[in-house]
Protein backbone atom coordinates (compact mmCIF):
# COMPACT_ATOMS: atom_id res chain seq x y z
CA UNK A 1 0.00 0.00 0.00
CA UNK A 2 2.33 2.20 1.00
CA UNK A 3 4.90 1.74 -2.20
CA UNK A 4 0.91 3.00 -4.12
CA UNK A 5 1.01 5.99 -2.75
CA UNK A 6 4.68 6.71 -3.31
CA UNK A 7 3.83 5.79 -7.00
CA UNK A 8 1.21 8.43 -6.58
CA UNK A 9 2.71 11.19 -5.21
CA UNK A 10 5.70 10.78 -7.34
CA UNK A 11 3.13 10.92 -10.63
CA UNK A 12 1.14 14.18 -8.97
CA UNK A 13 4.82 16.06 -8.87
CA UNK A 14 5.71 14.94 -11.86
CA UNK A 15 2.66 15.79 -13.59
CA UNK A 16 2.14 19.42 -11.96
CA UNK A 17 5.93 19.69 -13.33
CA UNK A 18 4.86 18.68 -16.66
CA UNK A 19 2.19 20.79 -16.64
CA UNK A 20 3.91 23.74 -15.67
CA UNK A 21 6.72 22.98 -18.23
CA UNK A 22 4.26 23.08 -20.80
CA UNK A 23 2.16 26.08 -19.64
CA UNK A 24 4.48 28.48 -18.69
CA UNK A 25 4.07 31.68 -18.91
CA UNK A 26 0.27 31.18 -18.12
CA UNK A 27 0.36 34.92 -19.19
CA UNK A 28 2.93 36.77 -20.31
CA UNK A 29 3.25 40.13 -18.71
CA UNK A 30 6.15 41.57 -20.62
CA UNK A 31 5.53 40.68 -24.41
CA UNK A 32 2.47 42.04 -26.68
CA UNK A 33 0.80 39.86 -28.54
CA UNK A 34 -1.48 39.96 -31.32
CA UNK A 35 -4.31 39.91 -31.12
CA UNK A 36 -5.44 36.60 -32.32
CA UNK A 37 -2.80 35.37 -29.66
CA UNK A 38 -4.63 36.47 -27.06
CA UNK A 39 -7.58 33.80 -27.57
CA UNK A 40 -4.83 31.17 -27.35
CA UNK A 41 -3.14 32.94 -24.53
CA UNK A 42 -6.74 33.08 -22.66
CA UNK A 43 -6.98 29.60 -23.91
CA UNK A 44 -3.88 28.62 -22.33
CA UNK A 45 -4.71 30.33 -18.60
CA UNK A 46 -8.20 28.35 -18.63
CA UNK A 47 -6.63 24.93 -19.49
CA UNK A 48 -4.10 25.30 -16.78
CA UNK A 49 -6.62 26.58 -14.13
CA UNK A 50 -8.52 23.19 -15.20
CA UNK A 51 -5.31 21.01 -15.16
CA UNK A 52 -4.29 23.09 -11.71
CA UNK A 53 -7.61 22.46 -10.14
CA UNK A 54 -7.66 18.53 -10.86
CA UNK A 55 -4.18 17.93 -9.38
CA UNK A 56 -5.95 19.71 -6.37
CA UNK A 57 -8.48 17.14 -5.98
CA UNK A 58 -5.89 14.34 -6.67
CA UNK A 59 -4.17 15.66 -4.20
CA UNK A 60 -6.86 16.02 -1.59
CA UNK A 61 -7.76 11.97 -2.10
CA UNK A 62 -3.94 11.58 -1.45
CA UNK A 63 -3.12 14.15 1.17
CA UNK A 64 -5.79 13.64 3.93
CA UNK A 65 -3.87 14.33 6.98
CA UNK A 66 -1.24 16.36 5.14
CA UNK A 67 -0.80 19.99 6.08
CA UNK A 68 -1.46 23.27 4.18
CA UNK A 69 2.28 24.20 4.72
CA UNK A 70 3.44 20.40 2.97
CA UNK A 71 0.87 21.11 0.40
CA UNK A 72 2.13 24.59 -0.73
CA UNK A 73 5.44 23.61 -0.52
CA UNK A 74 4.93 20.16 -2.24
CA UNK A 75 3.24 22.28 -5.38
CA UNK A 76 6.13 25.24 -5.31
CA UNK A 77 8.82 22.92 -5.48
CA UNK A 78 7.07 20.58 -8.40
CA UNK A 79 6.15 24.31 -10.24
CA UNK A 80 9.79 25.74 -9.81
CA UNK A 81 11.08 22.42 -11.20
CA UNK A 82 8.37 22.16 -13.99
CA UNK A 83 9.71 25.98 -14.47
CA UNK A 84 13.46 25.15 -14.55
CA UNK A 85 12.37 22.74 -17.11
CA UNK A 86 10.84 25.22 -19.08
CA UNK A 87 14.01 27.04 -18.89
CA UNK A 88 16.66 24.18 -19.66
CA UNK A 89 14.43 23.15 -22.62
CA UNK A 90 14.60 26.83 -24.07
CA UNK A 91 18.07 27.69 -23.46
CA UNK A 92 19.77 30.07 -25.74
CA UNK A 93 16.21 30.53 -27.50
CA UNK A 94 14.89 34.23 -27.48
CA UNK A 95 12.16 33.24 -25.87
CA UNK A 96 13.29 33.10 -22.62
CA UNK A 97 14.39 36.49 -22.63
CA UNK A 98 11.03 37.61 -21.93
CA UNK A 99 9.30 34.34 -20.49
CA UNK A 100 11.34 34.36 -17.91
CA UNK A 101 11.14 37.64 -16.56
CA UNK A 102 10.16 38.51 -12.32
CA UNK A 103 6.78 39.62 -13.33
CA UNK A 104 5.90 36.46 -15.54
CA UNK A 105 7.57 34.12 -12.58
CA UNK A 106 5.83 35.46 -9.40
CA UNK A 107 2.30 35.12 -11.07
CA UNK A 108 2.62 31.71 -12.67
CA UNK A 109 3.78 30.94 -9.16
CA UNK A 110 0.79 32.51 -7.38
CA UNK A 111 -1.61 30.77 -9.77
CA UNK A 112 -0.92 27.53 -9.57
CA UNK A 113 0.09 27.20 -6.40
CA UNK A 114 -2.76 29.07 -4.70
CA UNK A 115 -5.22 27.80 -7.16
CA UNK A 116 -3.75 24.16 -6.44
CA UNK A 117 -4.07 24.43 -2.57
CA UNK A 118 -6.89 26.09 -2.57
CA UNK A 119 -8.69 23.05 -4.28
CA UNK A 120 -6.70 20.85 -2.37
CA UNK A 121 -8.03 23.01 0.98
CA UNK A 122 -11.83 22.97 -0.57
CA UNK A 123 -12.19 18.97 -1.09
CA UNK A 124 -10.79 18.55 2.03
CA UNK A 125 -12.89 20.15 4.31
CA UNK A 126 -15.74 18.84 1.84
CA UNK A 127 -14.16 15.52 2.73
CA UNK A 128 -14.33 16.21 6.82
CA UNK A 129 -18.20 17.77 6.50
CA UNK A 130 -19.35 14.53 4.55
CA UNK A 131 -17.53 12.57 7.59
CA UNK A 132 -19.29 14.91 10.61
Request: hydrophobic share 50%; net charge positive; with cysteine.
Amino acid sequence: MKNKKRILISGIFMCLAFITCCMFPILNLTKETPIRMEVVNWLVIVISIMFYHSIGQAEAKLFTNSSAIFIGLFNLIATIVGMGSRFLLEFGEVSNTYNFTIPNIILHILISVVVISGTWLFYKKLAIGKTD
